[in-house]
């Protein structure tokens, strides 16, 4: 089973596909021992005013992990009040979503600096710089606000280097979308990177793990701080 400390949140949906529940604290697997054997097949959630449930229906919940893997596990209610319920997770038919780390993406604000623009095989090179921020990041492409006048198009190929984590990324991106505001002036551009080498995944991946790892040590402080504010 999933550990506790790797889930972002949980789902669960009935069998019209319909959520009825989303829970980001308050659940666990306990261990009960069958024949001398550990087993945690059972989720538990706790809380006020709970969706409840019949004993025995069918329901489907997916696990989101903080890495962006999403699983999904055939699932019958064993128990339902307002207060608790406990679910029978069928780990054999657990199913890996097709949503994996490699779409995972995360908020963030870094500043990057565009090298050049192609665009239809023309290349113009920036100098002195033209700067940008990222706004968010991830294995597939990133969405980037450029400090310029000048606006580029569906297709153009932007090339830039950025700073994540104290290590240089050098990569291009094909703009496959302009976002504009209500007045219609471009707020940034959606795009995805042109093939990455595995070293730069891998610089990917780690920056990413990084943030979500700040992400959640700020909420441990906060929940921390929440909890001695109470005690007051």
Do not use: W
Request: net charge neutral; with cysteine.
């Amino acid at each position: 089973m999933q550990a506790t400390d790797r889930i972002k949140n949980i789902q669960i949906f009935n069998q019209n596909n319909e959520m009825i529940l989303e829970v980001k604290k308050n659940y666990s697997f306990p261990v009960k021992y069958e024949k001398g054997r550990a087993v945690d097949n059972i989720l538990m959630i706790k809380g006020k005013k709970l969706p409840e449930l019949s004993r025995g229906a069918v329901v489907d919940v997916i696990i989101n992990t903080k890495s962006g893997d999403r699983v999904k596990y055939f699932c019958q209610v064993s128990l339902s009040t307002g207060f608790q319920i406990n679910l029978t997770l069928n780990v054999e038919r657990a199913r890996q979503l097709e949503e994996r780390r490699r779409y995972h993406k995360i908020k963030t604000a870094i500043n990057c600096r565009i090298v050049d623009v192609t665009r239809g095989g023309e290349l113009t090179v920036f100098n002195p710089n033209l700067y940008g921020k990222i706004y968010d990041i991830n294995l597939g492409g990133i969405f980037v606000s450029i400090d310029t006048n000048d606006v580029y198009k569906k297709g153009d190929m932007i090339s830039f280097t950025v700073v994540l984590a104290e290590k240089r990324l050098e990569a291009s991106a094909n703009v496959l979308r302009v976002q504009t505001d209500d007045n219609d002036e471009v707020v940034g551009y959606g795009c995805a990177f042109a093939a990455l080498p595995e070293y730069q995944e891998e610089m990917i991946s780690s920056y990413i793990n990084y943030i979500q790892m700040e992400e959640r040590r700020i909420e441990l402080e906060k929940e921390k701080i929440e909890k001695e504010v109470s005690r007051i």
